[in-house]
């Protein structure tokens, strides 16, 4: 459907008598954050502007994106405020979300940016930097001479990546005798509070930082937690549909499904939200929690959009009503990622599993196969490497979580002769060049996947088992010879 009639654009004063999640939020924020992407608007934000509507407190967020301007001119002539849709199948229902009081772009603004951090009233700070953010080289730690970080780490007062900007903003705040904040993490990072905590100090660490600082932000808060919620990115058809539905123009309206979950370790220096208004659950189980969605969920979503980029498939319910796919997802979730899980107490294990088919079988969402199948060498290393190894470790070879990889690298980098098709242009990978440079001349694709595998792309710890690579080098073989289905039926066995 298109428009057929300018319409006015969304602000304060047009929004009339829309329902508005999170009104009167306080002038100053309470929350910095920095990644102001789709999933942000749909999880944290959303969840603080629902928690704010029951309990004000001095909660709003100032929005920092990185260095795009595109979402912050948005919002600013939005007045701040953006459409969430929640689609399923044939309901849409949406509000408002009215939560950010400052937008920010760290690469124009860097000392507003490091003065919002620092200032008395930021208590909290969240983060969702894409796991790209956390700037991890192949042995887990700080990517040390990654090009941006090596920059910033020379010149570590005006920083470049998000991960610096936080660093300087802490050291700002530390200069301004300002109590250590509560650093949340909302990446799916294994552990992802300790993961975020040993990051910065090694930031600060290797930028030279005054032992004073260190010792301050020894008194930091980093939570655990595991957030969930699929975000596709906005479209034009997610803008006509707002437009439909808001009488008005959204920019940047975020599209998003019903189910939501954000379960989060209750350990916070300087206060929090009532979170817990808005269904957000405490728990000390996180870990827990963290690994049965980034294994059920995370884990087999990069399996099925791999898959589907290689069968041609545009979305991800696409993807999952492809039968052989579908088995390949049940039987990763049954024998290699389902022996790796610790249930927390009251867990309805076969409700969440079949919730996950409803979930990715939202038609209305039709989130991307590109998308999902995006960042694989980032995503695998959370992802994939430890219910492999754990397998191994049981005598086992996980054959789904070999064709995970497999699959991943005849998409990123096809072996000659091989063509993954046309979704697989569309996929972004972060390490396809250095994954290009190690397959030159590689005579056979056997020799191609070992290659990659020795390379440090993916996390050595993994890929010393001789046996895993092995089998890795079969599943590229028969994927480049015979194709993708046959590569299935292989590991389906
Ligand atoms: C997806 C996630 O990008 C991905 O690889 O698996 O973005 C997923 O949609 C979310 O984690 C759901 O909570």
Request: charged share 20%; hydrophobic share 45%; with cysteine.
């Amino acid at each position: 459907m298109t428009t057929d009639h300018p319409r006015a654009t969304l602000d304060r004063a047009s929004c009339g008598s829309i329902r508005l999640i999170g009104a009167s939020a306080p002038p100053v924020p309470g929350i910095v954050h920095l990644g102001l992407g789709q999933f942000h608007r749909a999880h944290a934000a959303f969840y603080t502007a629902l928690a704010m509507q029951q309990d004000m407190g001095e909660w709003g967020i100032a929005g920092v994106a990185n260095r795009s301007r595109r979402v912050v001119e948005a919002l600013q002539a939005q007045d701040g405020l953006y459409s969430l849709l929640e689609l399923d199948q044939d309901e849409v229902s949406f509000g408002l979300i009215d939560v950010h009081r400052q937008l920010l772009v760290a690469a124009d603004q860097p000392a507003e940016v490091a003065a919002a951090i620092a200032a008395s009233t930021t208590r909290l700070i969240t983060l969702t930097l894409t796991e790209a953010g956390y700037h991890s080289g192949a042995d887990g730690h700080l990517g040390v001479d990654q090009p941006d970080v090596a920059a910033d780490l020379s010149d570590p007062r005006h920083p470049r990546t998000l991960l610096g900007i936080l660093a300087a903003g802490l050291w700002s705040r530390w200069e301004h005798d300002q109590p250590a904040p509560t650093v949340l993490c909302c990446d799916n990072l294994l552990a992802a509070g300790e993961a975020t905590r040993a990051r910065v100090f090694e930031y600060l660490d290797a930028a030279g930082a005054p032992v004073g600082l260190h010792d301050w932000l020894a008194a930091a808060a980093f939570p655990n937690a595991m957030v969930d919620r699929i975000v596709p990115g906005t479209t034009d058809a997610t803008r006509e549909t707002a437009a439909r539905l808001l009488g008005l123009r959204d920019r940047v309206p975020v599209p998003t499904e019903p189910f939501s979950m954000w379960v989060i370790e209750d350990n916070f220096a300087l206060g929090r939200p009532s979170w817990e208004q808005a269904g957000v659950i405490f728990s000390d189980q996180v870990a827990d929690y963290e690994l049965i969605k980034l294994r059920l969920l995370n884990g087999c979503h990069s399996l099925m959009a791999t898959l589907g980029v290689l069968s041609g498939l545009n979305t991800i319910p696409e993807a999952i009503a492809n039968a052989t796919i579908s088995a390949c997802v049940r039987q990763a979730q049954r024998d290699e990622y389902g022996p790796t899980l610790t249930l927390p107490d009251a867990f309805d294990l076969a409700a969440y599993e079949a919730e996950l088919f409803h979930r990715w079988g939202n038609t209305a969402l039709g989130d991307a196969t590109t998308r999902v199948a995006s960042d694989g060498s980032l995503k695998l290393a959370q992802r994939v490497v430890d219910p492999a190894i754990a397998a191994l470790d049981r005598g086992e070879m996980p054959q789904q979580l070999a064709l995970t990889v497999a699959a991943w690298l005849v998409m990123v980098a096809p072996p000659t002769g091989f063509d993954p098709g046309p979704l697989a242009k569309l996929v972004v990978e972060p390490k396809a060049q250095a994954m290009a440079r190690l397959v030159a001349g590689a005579i056979s694709p056997a020799e191609h996947a070992r290659r990659v595998m020795a390379g440090g792309i993916l996390p050595d710890r993994l890929c010393q088992h001789q046996e895993f690579t092995d089998r890795v080098a079969e599943l590229v073989t028969v994927l480049s010879r015979h194709g993708v289905a046959a590569a299935m039926a292989e590991a389906i066995g």
